[in-house]
């Protein structure tokens, strides 16, 4: 036992040991790693710092790295507009419900085509991925939303594109590489039907897959902005891409057509600030979900794309 125990240290010990060559190499790769975090992280230090500065030191490039005359001035002139409470509210909603819409779909599609005994699963498959290649375009979308009566509706947020057959493909070889046919065949000697077995066993053993594909598709719905301008009229229906949007319009000049230079490099200065306090502002909600599902992202996605 005392020989085993010397051998692990001294095994661990000639792990730490580095020669002036290995001592070079990390250098250089730890020294590479740091100058691309810089490169990936400046700009999003930037957005921050810009949008709490003031509007004179975002246009007149003052800020670099910390905020310049610290200002809330762009996000009271955001928030001061109660169509943002009114968008956020709708894209939680269509978020929310497009999600939940999203996974089952998914799972329910994945399941039956991970299973080898399906008759004509190699020709449903051909189908699903046939669309993937060629689609029919924007107008007989639209026309077919209209002819469903969706438009102006909630529906027309979510049901377009319930069905990413990219997410079904990475579920469905999830299925197949992580959950053996072994468990099945036992659930159907202890009499479970399929149904019981996808709520009470295939589903909870896929909690690392759902996580993922919950971000995929929530990223999805929360910055989702064309089908909201094609689909929708009511104001008290548009998402927050939307009202963000119309915001940044309602907010930016024609510098030619103001004559007082101040005036006009103040408006500019406000139309400056504003792009990143709307960043943030529709980034940051979003972004909190990351931290919950990241610990899933190797074993969600990287298992499921091993095979085919």
Not at 175 to 182: A, G, H, K, L, M
Not at 231 to 249: A, R, S
Not at 265 to 287: C, D, F, H, R
């Amino acid at each position: 036992m005392k020989t085993q125990t010397l051998f692990y240290k001294n095994r661990r010990k000639s792990k730490i040991r580095l020669s002036p060559d290995d001592k070079i190499y990390y250098t250089i790769i730890y020294i590479f790693l740091v100058l691309l975090l810089i490169i990936v992280l400046y700009p999003l230090i930037y957005i921050v710092s810009a949008s709490f500065s003031s509007p004179y030191a975002v246009s007149s490039g003052q800020v670099l790295l910390f905020p310049v005359d610290f200002s809330l001035e762009g996000y009271l002139a955001v928030f001061k507009n109660p169509d943002v409470f009114t968008g956020y509210r709708n894209t939680i909603i269509y978020t929310v419900l497009g999600t939940f819409i999203n996974i089952g779909i998914t799972m329910i599609l994945a399941y039956p085509l991970s299973r080898k005994d399906l008759p004509g699963r190699q020709f449903f498959m051909f189908l699903f991925a046939f669309t993937m290649i060629f689609r029919g375009g924007m107008v007989p979308l639209y026309m077919q939303i209209k002819n469903l009566h969706l438009i102006d509706s909630l529906w027309a947020m979510v049901l377009p594109g319930a069905l990413s057959v990219y997410n079904m493909i990475i579920a469905r070889t999830f299925i197949q590489s992580s959950i053996p046919d072994e468990l099945l065949e036992a659930s159907r000697i202890d009499g479970c039907s399929d149904t019981r077995y996808f709520f009470s066993i295939l589903l909870p053993l896929s909690k690392a897959l759902i996580a993922v594909l919950v971000l995929f598709y929530a990223i999805g719905h929360w910055n989702s902005y064309f089908n909201g301008f094609l689909y929708l009229n009511t104001k008290d229906k548009f998402p927050l891409q939307i009202v963000l949007k119309q915001i940044l319009i309602a907010n930016s000049i024609d510098t030619n057509l103001v004559v007082d230079p101040e005036v006009a490099a103040a408006k500019q200065g406000m139309a400056e600030l504003l792009k990143y306090s709307l960043i943030i502002v529709s980034t940051v909600p979003i972004m909190c979900l990351y931290p919950l599902v990241q610990k899933y992202f190797v074993k969600g996605v990287m298992i499921g794309s091993i095979k085919g």
